[in-house]
């Protein structure tokens, strides 16, 4: 229990701080609306690193008993948990095939 209570803290941390520094580099280019470029970048590069998985990757690198560096390489810059476009969903053959799924083709 404590190995994973471990991970959700790491995985936390290894999310939000580099989501900050994001934001706090871009903000020292606009000392005077520091705040608001920080925050702001900041919430776009939160919601682009969530929706990459990237809390997931470190979870799993956390509990598998991952070095710092070798976490680091495997939450962000692993293919692993990534989402991707399944091969139905391209050229809108989707359509086709929830018609003869729900809809009994012949």
């Known amino acids: ?3 994973k209570i471990e991970a959700i803290v790491i995985s936390a ?3 939000v701080i580099p989501c900050l520094f994001a934001g706090a580099i871009v903000g020292l280019f606009f ?3 520091f705040w608001y470029w920080m925050l702001g ?3 776009l590069a939160f919601f682009y690193v969530c929706l990459d998985r990237v809390p997931v990757r ?3 690198g956390t509990t598998k008993g991952l070095s710092v560096w070798q ?3 495997y939450g962000y810059t ?3 948990k990534r989402p991707v476009y399944c ?4 050229n809108d053959e989707w359509r086709l095939i929830r018609y003869r799924r729900y809809y009994r083709h012949r």
């Open 41 to 43: 970048i900041a919430f």
């Open 78 to 80: 692993s293919t692993d």
């Open 71 to 73: 976490l680091l390489k």
């Open 58 to 60: 470190l979870f799993a």
């Open 1 to 3: 229990m404590a190995r």
């Open 31 to 33: 000392i005077s609306s």
């Open 87 to 90: 091969g139905c969903c391209l």
């Open 13 to 15: 941390v290894g999310t």
